[in-house]
T-cell receptor, first 110, second 118 residues
């Protein structure tokens, strides 16, 4: 099956710093999403981004489908950005599945 | 964005009893719902996929008689953990998809249910 790898696995930032999270996937996909899981377990949709670049406030994402990777940029990080960031790819092969990477655990220090 | 509500958020039950978890799409029709299980500090593990009006498709290794899934309407899916044991204790999360066009596969997640079996 398709493999989804995220890096780095863990990241500690000082408040105000910028960071880039990466998601590599092993096969072609129909779509890709980025999520933030907060400390209470809720998964928040960040981006639905099969290709191209999108921005939402301090966050932006770029997916290069032909090269099978996506990047999530966090600028001017805040303590509330802490949590786990998941990349999930969607394959549609007679019924679709969402396959998650292992996640990047981010801690932003005040 | 679309809203998915999952209930209950926490449940404690005794070994041998059954627990039902509900997943509702509040403002859209969910043609497909997914159930995941998450262990501490791990990623989400897909348990099963359910389409409205048809039987759920379970992932390899997931006991269908243990984890009963019903998707009776376009806005409701339920997961029943039958004859629960302590090893069933986990965080269970549902997601729903069902838009149209290019965003038809976008997934929206419920708040999750933390199950503790004592």
């Amino acid at each position: 099956g398709i493999q989804v790898e995220q890096s780095p696995p863990d990241l500690i930032l000082q408040e105000g710093a910028n960071s880039t999270l990466r998601c590599n996937f092993s096969d072609s996909v129909n779509n890709l999403q980025w999520f933030h899981q907060n400390p209470w377990g809720q998964l928040i949709n960040l981006f639905y981004i099969p290709s191209g670049t999108k921005q939402n406030g301090r966050l932006s994402a770029t997916t290069v489908a032909t090269e099978r990777y996506s990047l999530l940029y966090i600028s001017s990080s805040q303590t509330t950005d802490s949590g786990v960031y998941f990349c999930a790819v969607i394959r549609n092969t007679g019924g679709f599945k969402t396959i998650f990477g292992a996640g990047t655990r981010l801690f932003v220090k005040a | 964005g679309a809203v998915v509500s999952q209930h209950p958020s926490r449940v404690i039950c005794k070994s041998g009893t059954s627990v039902k978890i509900e997943c509702r799409s509040l403002d859209f029709q969910a043609t497909t719902m997914f159930w995941y299980r998450q262990f501490p500090k791990q990623s989400l593990m897909l348990m099963a996929t359910s389409n409205e009006g048809s039987k759920a498709t379970y992932e390899q290794g997931v006991e269908k008689d243990k984890f009963l899934i019903n998707h009776a309407s376009l806005t409701l899916s339920t997961l029943t953990v039958t004859s629960a044991h302590p090893e069933d204790s986990s965080f269970y999360i549902c997601s729903a998809s069902g838009g149209y066009g290019v965003r038809s596969t976008e997934a929206f997640f419920g708040q999750g249910t933390r199950l503790t079996v004592v």
